[in-house]
């Protein structure tokens, strides 16, 4: 029983790591851009939209992972996946001058998520985006 309650305390309190993304490589190409359908989702919400677009000519190729962070007191954290959570390793095509949509699941996090700010973090082509949202 006392194990069974640490575990939960213990769960329940994880700490968050500073992000090491670099804020000033996010967002810089002009060729790919990442944005969220809607702006602020509900406490609770199981799943965010994201929007890639490729403006331009040529095929732009990416994978499933991407990281989840949270504002606090203006500075960047990590959001940490649940010990079970992989991404399968494979190549998505993003047509040229189209937008693939895809689901971002928060089922696989292993926090208690709170109100607040977030952004998803994603790798496209030689690209790093960020794609910011609200939880309310």
Known sequence: ????????????????????????????????????????????????????????SEELYYGEAYEIEYLKNNIWYEVPFTDDASFTDIGIILGPNKTNTHEISLDNININLKKGKYRIIKQVGDAMLAAEFKLK
């Open 1 to 56: 029983m006392i194990l069974c309650i640490i575990s939960i305390f213990v769960v329940g309190c994880t700490d968050l790591n500073k992000s090491n993304t670099d804020n000033k490589q996010l967002n810089t190409s002009k060729d790919v851009t990442m944005y969220i359908s809607e702006k602020s989702y509900l406490l609770g919400d199981k799943k965010i939209t994201i929007n890639i677009k490729n403006n331009t």
